[in-house]
Nanobody, 121 residues
Framework: QVQLVESGGGLVQPGGSLRLSCAAS????????MAWYRQAPGKQRELVAAITSAGSTNYADSVKGRFTISRDNAKNTVYLQMNSLKPEDTTVYYCSADIIPPNARVTRRYWGQGTQVTVSS
């Protein structure tokens, strides 16, 4: 059993900042990539940012220069620092972790429960 618990969402004004956290726990041997996705109403889930176990990162064009993904491997936690927030960033954000369970040879993707981010004046 693996659980990803998200926190940090909320309501902010345009130009404000939020920091999302996602902690993985349970039966874990190791974690490869971790990522943040978002899904607006009526749209497909979109990759926002991803980070490898070594710290390499990738971002969606829409958030480059504003968002920063990071991770603490000792805590099995991934973060998303969101600055200069825009109303278009409003939606539910989901974290993911590609986890190798004990005694397994392949990774499995696990998802957080989602956290709401609302940017409005």
């Amino acid at each position: 059993q693996v659980q990803l618990v998200e926190s940090g969402g909320g309501l902010v004004q345009p130009g404000g900042s939020l920091r999302l956290s996602c902690a993985a726990s349970g039966s874990i041997f190791s974690i490869n990539a971790m990522a943040w996705y978002r899904q607006a109403p009526g749209k497909q889930r979109e990759l926002v940012a991803a980070i490898t176990s070594a710290g390499s990162t990738n971002y969606a064009d829409s958030v480059k220069g504003r968002f920063t993904i990071s991770r603490d491997n000792a805590k099995n936690t991934v973060y998303l620092q969101m600055n200069s927030l825009k109303p278009e960033d409003t939606t539910v954000y989901y974290c993911s972790a590609d986890i190798i369970p004990p005694n397994a040879r392949v990774t499995r993707r696990y998802w957080g429960q989602g956290t709401q981010v609302t940017v409005s004046s």
